[in-house]
């Protein structure tokens, strides 16, 4: 069998494929294109866990590209009867798919899915472990604003271990050479984490004042059920929400990002979503393009942009 192009994580791709991205996106963006770069090009996509954003978006962008598109609901396929992954990859391959669009709350399932399905695997979410649409369209909006991330002050605040967002683009960020300061309290981010420029601090107001975005996260607890209580909400609250206070401390061109869904009074408060640096509808926006542009670029390879 072919071993085809698949996106696990953010790894996967150079630095530059990632600018290739970007190009791509942005091209994408000014004007959209024919609706046949995935004619004849068939998608499944299989969320074994909740999604409204990156679902959304995902089939959005391929029928923007003109693909077939089957969405199969995970509780109705053969895995829940005891159907080997293997064996529904091998199945699907078969039908004709070329492109399988997986969430699973299992790290490593789109992997193991991508060794037998004869198309291109990308991963829409897979546990703690990676998420790299949502970094690339993360990475996008930050270089929309910036131009270049080297040395740039990204800021990610608090559920980090179990964030699969956060893992991704942590990957991203150290590719494009900004410098990552990681904020949370030691359950959500143990000092393993730090490393070159990768940066830990505990106390949230200490950074506000020198970082060019801040990326927040929702506490993920439906990831941590077999441990519970490792910081109160009070406790959290108090040192990791983004607040009304903690606001007037950024600098006037900083940025607030957040990949949702964000829990409103846990990790940012309603003004958060009335600043003028919120950018969270662009992100989403660009969620839609940069998803059209990873779909192109693994089946189609790179063009020529002028
Ligand atoms: C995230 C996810 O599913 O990993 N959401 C998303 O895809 N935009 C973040 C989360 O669940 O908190």
Not at 61 to 85: C, F, H, S, Y
Not at 193 to 210: M, P, Q, T, W
Not at 277 to 300: I, K, P
């Amino acid at each position: 069998m072919r071993a085809r192009r698949s996106l696990i994580d953010l790894d996967d791709l150079n630095r530059s494929e990632i600018e290739y991205l970007f190009n791509r996106t942005q091209q994408f963006e000014q004007k959209m294109p024919k609706r046949g770069l995935l004619a004849d090009k068939p998608c499944v996509n299989m969320f074994f866990e909740q999604s409204t954003r990156t679902l959304a978006s995902f089939t959005l962008a391929q029928q923007r590209l003109g693909a077939d598109i089957i969405t199969l609901d995970p509780t109705e396929t053969g895995i829940v009867k005891g159907e080997r992954v293997e064996d529904a990859a091998i199945t699907l391959s078969a039908m004709g798919f070329c492109v399988m669009v997986v969430r699973h709350r299992e790290a490593g399932f789109p992997r193991q899915l991508s060794m037998a399905f004869d198309g291109h695997v990308i991963n829409a979410g897979d546990g703690t472990h990676a998420h790299p649409t949502q970094a690339l369209l993360d990475l996008y909006t930050m270089r929309e604003e910036f131009g270049e991330l080297k040395s740039r002050k990204v800021a990610i605040v608090g559920d980090i271990l179990h964030s699969r967002v956060a893992h991704s683009n942590i990957h991203g960020l150290k590719n494009l050479g900004a410098e990552i300061i990681l904020v949370g309290p030691e359950s959500f981010l143990p000092e393993s984490y730090a490393s070159g420029n990768v940066r830990i601090e505990r106390d949230f107001d200490k950074i506000l004042a020198e970082v060019d975005a801040i990326m927040l996260l929702r506490i993920q607890r439906e990831r941590f059920a077999a441990t519970p209580n490792l910081i109160s909400d009070e406790e959290f609250i108090r040192g990791y929400r983004l607040d009304a206070n903690r606001l007037t401390k950024l600098r006037d061109d900083a940025i607030v990002m957040h990949p949702g869904p964000y829990n409103r009074g846990m990790e940012l408060v309603d003004e958060v979503l009335a600043h003028a640096g919120w950018r969270y509808a662009n992100q989403v926006r660009h969620g839609v393009f940069m998803r059209m542009a990873v779909l192109d670029f693994l089946v189609n390879g790179q063009k020529k942009i002028a």
